[in-house]
């Protein structure tokens, strides 16, 4: 059981013990988790329904999201904005929270999609299948190791490094600290009709279920469906309600011609709630350096339609 839990624990300890016998395979063992979390969703029809705990479990999804699409991936993965330390190391733990692996994990496996976008080197790519696409690429044993040779800048910090070996700690963490928030609120509102384990279950297990599931998307539906403005050479294409939902990643044929941008709503009617939440910061001084498209790559890539 030690052995077990350092698995899921200690990738550093995970990846010196693993054997991979075949890469394609799914990790039984390293998976148990995700399975739970899944599971867990089921304790709805223990703890029902409360107002509270559906604003908790929008809240727990909304701040998780912007963490994901703005650092994990606007910050960590392509350097579109700078930001102080304290902030960026911030948003690596809410991230991490998430239940979508660490910031160094995430970055490395983006940045190799760009590379390989719809090419037979895309983990993730749709042509090899929806579910593969959707969750199985990143439960196979060849793709739970951190390349980090793709992200040596981050590797420079070692707390994103500590927080990428440890991954699995963080969610559990941010799970007990809604159970215990929950326990004290019931306390303290009695009449709110809730309880810990309440905001655990819609908190965590539902919030992580839905927002985790929603990202996914943008691997699985962003490159089928959905229309195209640029040229980039591979699939990708926007959709609205993807960009609702991830709050602007739906807009990822923009995000594919120009990936540096700090902007993936290039157009005043694309809605992009994080670009919007990160202009608030930078009036605030903790981002800055907000990196847009560049007109004449635009113009060069945006595809005409023939009369």
Known sequence: MKKLLLRWFDNEYATKKSQIKDPQAIDWRRIVPFIVLHLGCLMVLWVGFSWTAFWVMLMSYLIRMFA???????????????????????????????T?????W?????RHHHIHSDQDGDAHAPKHGFWNSH?????????????????????????????????????VLYALLLWAVGSVYAAVFPTAGTSGLQWLVWGYFIATVLL??????????SHVFGT??????????????????TLGEGWHNNHH????SARQGFKTWQIDISYSALKLMAKLGWVWELKQPNPVVLNKKRIRSRA
């Open 68 to 98: 994901i699409t703005a650092f994990f991936h606007r910050f960590f993965s392509h350097k579109s904005f700078q930001a102080k330390k304290w902030v960026a190391r911030s948003f690596a733990v809410i991230g991490t929270a998430a």
């Open 100 to 104: 979508q692996r660490g910031p160094l």
């Open 106 to 110: 995430w970055a490395a496996h983006h």
């Open 135 to 171: 969750m199985l690429w990143f439960l196979r044993e060849e793709n739970f190791k951190t390349n980090k040779a793709k992200v040596k800048d981050l590797s420079q910090d070692p707390f994103l490094v500590w927080v990428d070996r440890h991954d699995m700690l963080f969610p």
């Open 212 to 221: 985790s599931h929603v990202t996914y998307t943008i691997n699985s539906l």
């Open 228 to 245: 195209q403005d640029y040229e980039t050479g591979d699939e990708s294409r926007n959709h609205w309600l993807l960009a609702v939902l």
């Open 257 to 260: 011609c120009y990936p540096g």
